[in-house]
């Protein structure tokens, strides 16, 4: 697919970017930055990365909108319901109804709270680690309150614990605030705890990165998972060289570690 920047423009945004400390593009898919930029562009009232080059030179917040703005924040609740279904199957057949679960590029916090509500629900305790590199977004996430329009039927069957706020939100109930903690922390430059986590989740954020970047992020977060543990990842995304992680395929979208 032909990019839709000029190769000389493009890689003097990525220079910039790298040289200042703002971004380091190289790590992220080509293709997959480029659609967004030129949103971001769109949004912001430039036309060309030159201006944009400029604009970021004069204003420092401008970088920290863009660093945002293409930091993907996409999520939903139990998204893709049958990869949930079949992640608690494996989970309760295997004996393990609590424990560490680290939810990586957690987003909004859409992730991390439909396992509390999945577990929860089976009177399961688990101590959940929700992480993504975005301050904003943590701290919006925390609150455990989400929009009106995010609610599904897939949430009627954890009505017990959730609450209506008003008619224009809603919230978990008091005790996930004490079973998920929140943190900033970058997967391209930050290593999670070492066999720590019996489930580790990260959906739908290995296909943003270069391949060589997503070799990093996936020796980061096998290297959290203890023996046993499993890795839950996006429906579409593939690991066709799992082995190689130390990983066995034991269901669409789920492996456990075995070394």
């Known amino acids: 697919m032909a990019s839709r920047f000029p190769d000389i423009e493009w890689h003097a945004l990525v220079h910039y970017l790298d040289h200042e400390g703002f971004l380091f593009l190289q790590d992220y898919r080509r293709d997959q930055v480029e659609r967004r930029l030129w949103g971001f562009l769109l949004r912001e009232g430039y036309i060309r990365l030159p201006d944009l080059i400029e604009g970021l030179h004069r204003d420092r917040d401008l970088a920290t909108r863009l660093k945002n703005f293409l930091t993907v924040h996409v999520s939903e609740f139990f998204r893709d319901p049958p990869y949930w279904e079949r992640l608690a199957e494996r989970l309760h ?20 709270a439909s396992f509390w509500l999945m577990e929860r629900l089976h009177g399961h305790l688990w101590n959940i680690w929700a992480t993504d590199t975005d301050s904003v977004t943590i701290q919006q996430a925390k609150l455990l309150r989400y929009p009106k329009d995010s609610l599904s039927p897939l949430l009627d069957p954890y009505r017990s614990l959730w609450r209506q706020d008003d008619d224009d939100s809603w ?8 079973d998920i903690r929140w943190d900033t922390h970058d997967l391209l430059v930050e290593k999670g705890p070492v066999r720590a986590f019996d489930v580790v989740m990260s959906r739908y954020v290995l296909i943003y990165f270069s391949h060589e970047a997503r070799r990093r992020v996936l020796e980061n977060l096998v290297s959290a998972i203890k023996i046993g543990g499993f890795l839950f990842i996006g429906a579409t995304e593939t690991l066709l060289d799992a082995r190689q992680f130390g990983l066995e395929a034991v269901a669409p979208a789920l492996f456990q570690r075995y070394v």
């Open 93 to 112: 057949a295997t004996g393990v109804t609590g424990g560490r679960a680290w939810s990586a590029g957690c987003s909004w916090g859409a992730e991390p």
């Open 171 to 178: 919230s978990l109930i008091s005790a996930a605030h004490d």
